[in-house]
């Protein structure tokens, strides 16, 4: 059964992000190749891990210095009151943007600095 993402919600270390409507984490691993001569199928061994995410809502002044480029916290990206991932991170890069007939937006990307932790309970 799939969970609804109404509880979802984005902390930068102790506060959390207003306004947001989204966010996305992506989690890779490299895979390095270990084949030889003679060998008829590729194989593969783990390398280093990555992971990065980003977030994205309603541009809320009072969260600006807490999302600036540079930044380093820990990250803890909420689906519900019971499942999140959280690790230290550093946003990476922040775009606001409005239009005349519309709300102002903000979104950032942040990479990850080491292996995150997943809560569920």
């Not at 992506?26 to 199928?41: K, R, S, T, W």
């Not at 009072?62 to 999140?84: F, Q, W």
């Amino acid at each position: 059964m799939a969970t609804a993402g109404k509880g979802g919600k984005v902390e930068v270390g102790a506060d959390t992000i207003g306004e947001l409507n989204d966010w996305t984490l992506d989690e890779n691993v490299d895979l390095m190749e270990e084949a030889v001569f003679g060998d008829d199928h590729q194989s593969h061994t783990v390398g280093l891990k990555d992971t990065s995410g980003s977030a994205s809502g309603y541009f809320d002044a009072t969260d600006i210095d807490k999302i600036a480029p540079g930044t380093e916290a820990v990250i803890t990206l909420y689906i519900d009151a019971t499942v999140n991932f959280s690790a230290s991170a550093k946003i990476s890069n922040r775009s606001v943007n409005t239009n005349v007939d519309g709300q102002a937006e903000i979104d950032f990307d942040f990479e990850f600095q080491e292996e995150g932790t997943w809560t569920t309970s």
